[in-house]
Structures are given as C-alpha cells and as structure tokens.
C-alpha cells in the first residue's frame, strides 16, 4: 500500500516561508523520484520539483531560486522549503511519485491529498 500524507502548509504573508512536508509509506521510496507539483484555483495542475535518490533536483521556472527540495530517505520524508513567497505561489500544493526527472502530472504514479498553501499580499 502506498500513502504520501503532506504537511506544513498554512497562511502567510508575501515575502514569508514555509517548509512542507510529505511522509511517504512505500517500500520504494529510497529509490523513487519523487516531486512537488501545485493547483491553484481554475488553473491547472503544475509541476515544480523534482528529486532523485541522490538528491539532485530540477526546478520549475516559476518557483527557481526560491524553493527547494529535499529528502530524508532515513525517514522516508520529503521536504519544500519555500521563501520569499507570492501571492501567485497559493495552491494546494501536493507531492508524488513521479517518473524520471517528469514534471508532469500524467507522469505522476501516487498522489497525496494535499496541503493548502495561502499567501496574503
């Protein structure tokens, strides 16, 4: 069975950080490109992270230089910092297990439920 359980989202102001994070419970974890994609109301799903075991990571345009992610692959966790957040950054924001470095969300094998990111101007 597989479950991806995010957390850490919340309200902030522009300008502010968060670090979410998803608790995975698959076998596969420590192997497994895993990612970071968000929705935002009436908009589509994007992509905007991706790492591999090693911890090499591509990034989204939209989100470069301001997020990072991370892994713990002792505890099966993954991580987004977010800094220097927008307005535009608020969605739901959702981690998965990707294929290869895709960011696209047809690519995407196992979903979590989400948490809510909020960013007020």
């Known amino acids: 069975q597989v479950e991806l359980v995010e957390s850490g989202g919340d309200s902030v102001q522009a300008g502010g950080s968060l670090k979410l994070s998803c608790a995975a419970s698959i076998y596969f974890f420590g192997s497994a490109y895993m990612a970071w994609f968000r929705q935002a109301p009436g908009k589509e799903r994007e992509g905007i992270a991706v790492?591999?075991?090693?911890?090499?990571?591509y990034y989204a345009e939209s989100v470069e230089g301001r997020f990072t992610i991370s892994r713990d692959n002792t505890k099966n966790t993954l991580y987004l910092q977010l800094n220097s957040l927008k307005p535009e950054d608020a969605a739901m924001y959702y981690c998965?297990?990707?294929?290869?470095?895709?960011?696209?969300?047809?690519?995407?094998?196992?979903w979590g439920q989400g948490t809510q990111v909020t960013v007020s101007s």
């Open positions: 790492i591999n075991r090693d911890g090499r990571a």
């Open positions: 998965a297990v990707t294929r290869w470095w895709s960011l696209r969300p047809e690519n995407a094998d196992y």
